[in-house]
């Protein structure tokens, strides 16, 4: 009985050392555990095998991590359908947009080109838009977005950054159109750079491009031979390069050859061109323009067109009084000869007449 009493007292914090103590005992062999670390290599081993004995402990503590990362991917197969069917629409769009951007790629390009093409000229140029391309087949013509408020004229020549692509042949106020130089009925005054032989370069209407017909048999004349704008005629301006032969033959039965050139402008590519001013050309305009005006202010009072009427009548004009007639001039008597020693008679006072009414 008395073993039971003693045990049901015993107190539950037996005294003994007290925590202080405990404490600094604790910190004492941290420390030596630190320096002997620290120092040497005595402890690695049991450091190794502490942090590999621990490995099942730490894998436990970040299961609840894992298991919520799970619980975050897993996803219903109805939101992952939608979820399929938003970035197919968004690559769709995109992929819009990117051929677009390859297309304002292109043009930006074609227009830096143009650009250098310009900066390179001495004459004015006019950056103009296709906007429209003749369907037939036999006629090789295009549209541009710029009119006489512009400043073009017919004949002004268009070209582009490679050479001549034609000229212009009829003007509304903002569009005008071109006649390229391969349509049949377009001629344009060409030089052979080499050579500095002139000719004319008419349009084939095909692929074939140019034609050089009527070359003289001896003439000096091969496949490579560039063409060059000339200035006869004042339509084009001279040194601009027009095209390059590819063939030269004679003509059966006759004492002349012709040649075959490809045009030297990208026709079918592009959507923009330059419209170039030829000095000789719009001097002559103004020219003709100040003729025209001076010949309109040296027109007679006569010729010039009678003023319309406005349907008001006349005003009565005042009826100008009569003027009296002029009176004779009184005729002179004419005196009879007389001799020395007769007097001169004393002249009559002439009769004044009234005059008539």
Known sequence: MNSLHDSYHRPLFPRGPGLGLRTLLLIAVSLTLIFNDMRGDSLKAARAW????????????????????????????????????????????LSARLSKMDALEAENRRLRELLASSAQLTDQVLVAEIIAVNQDPYRHQITLNRGSRDGIYRGQALVDAYGVMGQVIDVAPNTCKALLVTDPDHGIPVEINRTGLQTIAVGLGDERGLRLPFLPSNADIKNGDLLVSSSLGGRFPAGYPVGKVYDVKPVAGEHFMEAYAYPAARLNQGRQALLVWNRGVESDADAAVAAETAADQDQPQAARPAPVATGKPPAASKPEPAKPAAAPAATPARTPARTPHESAPTPATPAVGKPKP
Request: charged share 15%.
């Open 50 to 93: 502490t942090a590999w004995s621990l490995t099942p402990v730490i894998w436990l503590a970040s299961l609840p991590v894992r298991f919520v990362d799970m619980a975050r991917g897993i996803d219903t197969s109805s939101h992952i359908e939608q979820q399929n069917a938003e970035l197919k629409q968004q690559q769709f769009v």
